[in-house]
């Protein structure tokens, strides 16, 4: 088997997705969804008038768009797959997939979700006492701030994002994959 230049990989990724033109609905439905949804949160973000209230808001707001690009990720995850076996991918995988995946996709993302969390408050704590101690100013403050916070997403959640991938493709439980 000879291998492929990066030209090759884009030609015959294009045909795949020219011959399997199905597999861009459920981007579109999902970004509808996520658009739609965010329009209505800014909505319903001026119409509560408590921080309690903002602060639930925003917790259901993260668990259910987590949830969704849980689900809608699984079913595209097997989509890609059945297209790279060399099978015409259907709506009816998506369905599979997603219903078969999606709330250990869900622990999968939601534990990414967390650990960016986690990394952004590294950063921001860790840039604003090496920033006062050191005495920089703000623009010092904010370079260390998103260097911080760049490579601590580059070298932490680089290994996790697969997880989704392995999940799905080698039907692995959530620790495993």
């Not at 045909?15 to 509808?32: A, M, S």
């Not at 990720?73 to 078969?100: N, P, T, W, Y």
């Not at 960016?116 to 840039?127: D, F, N, P, S, T």
């Amino acid at each position: 088997m000879r291998s492929l230049n990066l030209g090759d990989i884009l030609k015959r990724s294009f045909l795949d997705l020219f011959r399997n033109k199905v597999v861009v609905v459920p981007v579109l439905v999902l970004f509808v969804i996520l658009f739609l949804f965010s329009k209505f949160s800014v909505f319903l973000n001026y119409k509560l008038q408590t921080t309690f209230l903002l602060s639930a808001w925003l917790v259901v707001f993260s668990i259910v768009s987590v949830g969704v690009i849980a689900y809608f990720l699984s079913g595209l995850i097997g989509m890609c797959a059945v297209v790279i076996r060399g099978d015409k991918s259907r709506m009816k995988d998506f369905f599979e997939f997603s219903g078969k995946f999606w709330l250990r996709n869900f622990l999968i993302v939601f534990f990414i979700f967390i650990i960016g969390v986690i990394v952004w408050a590294i950063a921001h704590y860790g840039a604003l006492y090496i920033g006062k101690g050191l005495g920089l100013g703000l623009r010092p403050a904010q370079i260390l701030f998103f260097s911080i916070y760049f490579f601590g997403l580059i070298g932490i959640l680089i290994f996790p994002a697969y997880s989704s991938f392995y999940l799905v493709l080698e039907n692995r439980n959530v620790l495993d994959s």
